[in-house]
């Protein structure tokens, strides 16, 4: 693609980044082929290469948002989809996040939407003002009746109850194999904002999981949130604020005491953790911390699959075996490109995977996208429910707290999260949401 940014424009660091990922589009339209906004509503500007003009146009000629270019950046789930399908390597992830840092910088949107925004943007990422509004929620729903619609089915997505923590807040989880003394590798492990309140038991697997193989597990009390949910509302300042929090924590840990590895249980996290290198690839104080951050990350499966030899252990539990249909967090096989290792993982416990058709496709989750466009993302649940119930699992499993919440919504078969299946066969407790089948 031909670009016309001047010396000066091109001075400014996201501006030369962008031009240099346009100029990798040879406009071949194979992005729209696997694009689900495009596939689901036939807009060429709601499919990759629209939304890449309409970013080039904005920031080549430094023209403010307008109510049309937002509407159609808006509905992008950054699914990152078109990403595995480009035959280019158009890195479309940074395209759209300078995109969507245009728009908060140029574009005022109407009060009901700055309002809504912002409302998630203070809730979401403080599991202690999450734990606040769902308290108020419970006492609410009896109530939804008189909300207005958007109100209403915003409230509808929310859990009613928040399940109770089995494990004590620490912050170093030792290992607990009894064949070592020591353990064999010490990982830090973020928790999550959303996830730790809603699903405690996926970060209390996690824990189990690594402890009985000798790893040592950090959980630093300095960081909630990866930052991801912010970022993708277009609030950088505050989300690079978190960035830079998450980024010395961490890194002074890895100094101090030493970390093997940054285990994100949460797909959607760690996708942004991976990123940290490049959103601060410029700073002269952070650029090294925050590579070495986004080299350290790993998601849970990626470092079992890599790093640790799994004790299965045969119970009465575990003998009969499932059919398990492993729905792939857009987040994990786009963002950050892992896909067969959760799948192999899941073989290795004698349960039957089953892929699910048309896979590539989101479930309309994408953070606060369920949210923020509810129509287009019941639409992709729809369709990603119908898939599923093709192949007729017994369970379904993931790697991302949002698909979780999101498929359950649309389906009675109980789904879970993989570390949750492979922390059961090796010596866990079964999950709570398996103990009826």
Same mark, same amino acid.
């Given at each position: 693609?031909?670009?016309?940014?001047?010396?000066?424009?091109?001075?400014?660091?996201?501006?030369?980044?962008?031009?240099?990922?346009?100029?990798?589009?040879?406009?071949?339209?194979?992005?729209?082929?696997?694009?689900?906004?495009?596939?689901?509503?036939?807009?060429?500007?709601?499919?990759?290469?629209?939304?890449?003009?309409?970013?080039?146009?904005?920031?080549?000629?430094?023209?403010?948002?307008?109510?049309?270019?937002?509407?159609?950046?808006?509905?992008?789930?950054?699914?990152?989809?078109?990403?595995?399908?480009?035959?280019?390597?158009?890195?479309?992830?940074?395209?759209?996040?300078?995109?969507?840092?245009?728009?908060?910088?140029?574009?005022?949107?109407?009060?009901?939407?700055?309002?809504?925004?912002?409302?998630?943007?203070?809730?979401?990422?403080?599991?202690?003002?999450?734990?606040?509004?769902?308290?108020?929620?419970?006492?609410?729903?009896?109530?939804?009746?008189?909300?207005?619609?958007?109100?209403?089915?915003?409230?509808?997505?929310?859990?009613?109850?928040?399940?109770?923590?089995?494990?004590?807040?620490?912050?170093?989880?030792?290992?607990?194999?009894?064949?070592?003394?020591?353990?064999?590798?010490?990982?830090?492990?973020?928790?999550?904002?959303?996830?730790?309140?809603?699903?405690?038991?996926?970060?209390?697997?996690?824990?189990?999981?690594?402890?009985?193989?000798?790893?040592?597990?950090?959980?630093?009390?300095?960081?909630?949130?990866?930052?991801?949910?912010?970022?993708?509302?277009?609030?950088?300042?505050?989300?690079?604020?978190?960035?830079?929090?998450?980024?010395?924590?961490?890194?002074?840990?890895?100094?101090?005491?030493?970390?093997?590895?940054?285990?994100?249980?949460?797909?959607?996290?760690?996708?942004?953790?991976?990123?940290?290198?490049?959103?601060?690839?410029?700073?002269?104080?952070?650029?090294?911390? %925050?590579?070495?951050?986004?080299? *350290?990350?790993? =998601? #849970?499966?990626?470092? &079992?699959?890599? !790093?640790?030899?799994? +004790?299965?252990?045969?119970?009465?539990?575990?003998?009969?075996?499932?059919?398990?249909?492993?729905?792939?967090?857009?987040?994990?096989?786009?963002?950050?490109?892992?896909?067969?290792?959760?799948?192999?993982?899941?073989?290795?416990?004698?349960?039957?995977?089953?892929?699910?058709?048309?896979?590539?496709?989101?479930?309309?989750? %994408?953070?606060?996208?369920?949210? *923020?466009?509810? =129509? #287009?993302?019941?639409? &992709?649940?729809? !369709?990603?429910?119908? +898939?599923?119930?093709?192949?007729?699992?017994?369970?379904?499993?993931?790697?991302?707290?949002?698909?979780?919440?999101?498929?359950?919504?649309?389906?009675?078969?109980?789904?879970?999260?993989?570390?949750?299946?492979?922390?059961?066969?090796?010596?866990?407790?079964?999950?709570?949401?398996?103990?009826?089948?």
């Amino acid at each position: 693609m031909e670009t016309n940014f001047s010396e000066k424009q091109l001075k400014d660091i996201d501006n030369k980044s962008s031009e240099k990922i346009l100029r990798k589009c040879v406009h071949c339209g194979f992005c729209n082929a696997t694009c689900p906004t495009y596939n689901l509503l036939g807009d060429e500007l709601d499919g990759p290469r629209g939304r890449i003009y309409l970013i080039k146009d904005m920031i080549e000629n430094n023209k403010p948002a307008n109510e049309k270019i937002v509407k159609h950046i808006d509905r992008c789930l950054s699914c990152y989809s078109c990403m595995t399908t480009c035959p280019s390597g158009v890195n479309y992830m940074h395209l759209i996040d300078h995109g969507r840092a245009h728009i908060e910088k140029t574009y005022k949107r109407p009060f009901k939407e700055r309002f809504i925004r912002s409302f998630l943007s203070l809730i979401l990422p403080k599991p202690t003002n999450f734990k606040i509004i769902l308290v108020l929620i419970f006492f609410l729903k009896p109530f939804t009746l008189f909300l207005p619609k958007n109100i209403k089915e915003m409230v509808n997505l929310m859990p009613t109850t928040i399940p109770k923590r089995k494990l004590s807040k620490m912050k170093v989880y030792p290992q607990t194999s009894k064949k070592r003394k020591k353990p064999v590798a010490r990982v830090a492990l973020l928790t999550g904002c959303v996830q730790k309140v809603i699903s405690p038991q996926i970060n209390e697997a996690t824990i189990r999981l690594l402890n009985r193989h000798g790893i040592e597990v950090v959980v630093l009390k300095s960081i909630d949130c990866c930052g991801s949910l912010n970022y993708h509302l277009g609030k950088e300042k505050i989300a690079k604020e978190t960035f830079k929090k998450n980024i010395i924590s961490w890194y002074d840990e890895y100094l101090n005491a030493g970390l093997d590895a940054i285990i994100s249980n949460t797909s959607g996290c760690g996708t942004t953790i991976k990123d940290y290198g490049f959103i601060f690839r410029s700073d002269k104080d952070l650029k090294k911390k %925050a590579k070495k951050i986004s080299d *350290l990350t790993k =998601d #849970i499966s990626e470092y &079992l699959d890599d !790093n640790v030899k799994l +004790n299965f252990i045969p119970s009465e539990q575990t003998e009969k075996k499932y059919k398990i249909a492993y729905h792939s967090a857009c987040s994990m096989q786009h963002g950050q490109k892992v896909h067969k290792k959760p799948i192999n993982l899941i073989k290795k416990t004698g349960n039957e995977v089953i892929e699910i058709p048309e896979g590539h496709n989101c479930c309309g989750s %994408a953070g606060t996208y369920n949210l *923020l466009q509810r =129509d #287009i993302a019941k639409a &992709l649940l729809k !369709n990603k429910v119908i +898939n599923i119930e093709k192949v007729q699992p017994e369970i379904i499993s993931t790697g991302n707290i949002g698909c979780i919440t999101q498929i359950a919504n649309g389906t009675k078969i109980p789904i879970l999260h993989t570390v949750e299946i492979i922390d059961w066969y090796t010596g866990g407790p079964k999950p709570d949401i398996l103990k009826n089948i």
